[in-house]
Nanobody
């Protein structure tokens, strides 16, 4: 299993970024996927997940601002992040997620991509 995130960077508050996670080594179209993040000095927190059928789930602090999607033809999952806040600053990881609800379970992880929200 290989997961490679990209799209992170420095953005001003209120700005947008789209993260991508390219997957290989497993049957992506049959796999649920998650995005999680780790802010400096804090633990890992789950952000969003998407099942193979396209059902999506979000944690409360990103609802209405972030959108998860997937392109099974490209073996890629995305996280569109709008209205970014300084507290969204973190390393963002994608992961395989056999279970999303009620508590996400994670399998393999990518290496992460840094998102910094600052003026």
């Amino acid at each position: 299993v290989q997961l490679v995130e990209s799209g992170g960077g420095l953005v001003q508050p209120g700005g947008s970024l789209r993260l991508s996670c390219a997957a290989s080594g497993f049957t992506f179209r049959d796999s649920a996927m998650s995005w999680a993040r780790q802010a400096p000095g804090k633990g890992l927190e789950w952000v969003s997940g998407i099942y193979s059928d396209g059902d999506t789930y979000y944690t409360n602090f990103v609802k209405g601002r972030f959108t998860i999607s997937r392109d099974n033809a490209k073996n890629t999952v995305y996280l569109q992040m709008n209205s970014l806040k300084p507290e969204d600053t973190a390393v963002y990881y994608c992961a395989t997620s056999p279970i999303l609800q009620p508590t996400p379970v994670f399998g393999s992880w990518g290496q992460g991509t840094q998102v910094t929200v600052s003026s």
